[in-house]
């Protein structure tokens, strides 16, 4: 199952910059895992924002909900998720 989900993060301007350093690096090295298992399809950056479009291609809802659940910066994050489903117009065979 095919997901397109945005993040944007909200981290308190008053945080500790080293637990802001952290966090982030602890994101980072989880996210680039998730995205060698092939469960984190893309990622892009928003021009000028802290936020993300990202496709993730999962099992189940459980699956999604699990991962964003687990990613560290998840408590200061504002998440949108849209399920995708092939459009009967597209001329690709597949989802690259």
Do not use: C
């Amino acid at each position: 199952m095919l997901y397109h989900v945005r993040m944007d993060v909200l981290i308190p301007t008053d945080m500790d910059a080293d637990k802001v350093n952290e966090l982030k690096a602890t994101e980072k090295a989880l996210s680039q895992k998730l995205q060698e298992q092939g469960k984190w399809r893309h990622i892009w950056r928003l021009a000028g924002e802290y936020s993300n479009f990202s496709i993730f291609d999962v099992d189940s809802n459980e699956e999604l909900h699990d991962i964003m659940m687990s990613l560290p910066l998840y408590p200061y994050m504002k998440v949108e998720v849209t399920p995708l489903l092939r459009h009967p117009s597209s001329v690709r065979s597949d989802d690259s």
